[in-house]
């Protein structure tokens, strides 16, 4: 089975410091994607970003970038520069890649809280 | 190009009664999925529909079940009401490719909230 672990609840900062989201995960799968999703108080997720089982660099899109590290099964978020715009709860995902549209196993999210 | 669309946007419920939620997947998807998400929770799947029967089903008793339509939309039928199905019903949509090991990205609906009391 396929499990997702946001420790973090709930994070705290003031606009323009940098904030790191972190997720664990379990699976017995070679093959999977990780993902990142953003939910503001309207509900709708919104995707953030993806990443397969086989690529392991870390890159860096605008503000955000991520920490792919298979050896300790994390998969880290970053923000750069947060901005109150960025308030909201963020789930990290794992899907099986096994064709298709496979399921998302969700992480319980980290709330986060950007203040002026 | 529409998106996601779910209907009823808001619903209150009394326990034992029964409710029907509805989603249209992004123009051109196939494959409809619906999720529970439980307040301060993540969300849960609940099944997917491809091809007008049911892909895969997550750990939910028969009480929830579905339908799909030829036209792709979908509903989430929920029988037997209890407290504890109020949550955030979300559907995302997605095209589903044959004989590929590619993931095919889920769209997300903005969701119904349903209250039971």
Redesign the interface.
Known sequence: AQK?TQAQTEISVVEKEDVTLDCVYETRDT?Y?LFW?KQPP??????LI?R?SFDEQNEISGRYSWNFQKSTSSFNFTITASQVVDSAVY?C?L?L?????????????TKLTVNP | DAGVTQSPTHLIKTRGQQVTLRCSPKSGHDTVSWYQQALGQGPQFIFQYYEEEERQRGNFPDRFSGHQFPNYSSELNVNALLLGDSALYLCASSLVRELTQAYNEQFFGPGTRLTVL
């Open positions: 997702v093959t994607y999703y309207s509900g709708e997720l919104v995707f993806r397969n789930f995902a899907s890649a096994q064709g298709g549209s496979e399921k998302l196993v969700f992480g319980k999210g």
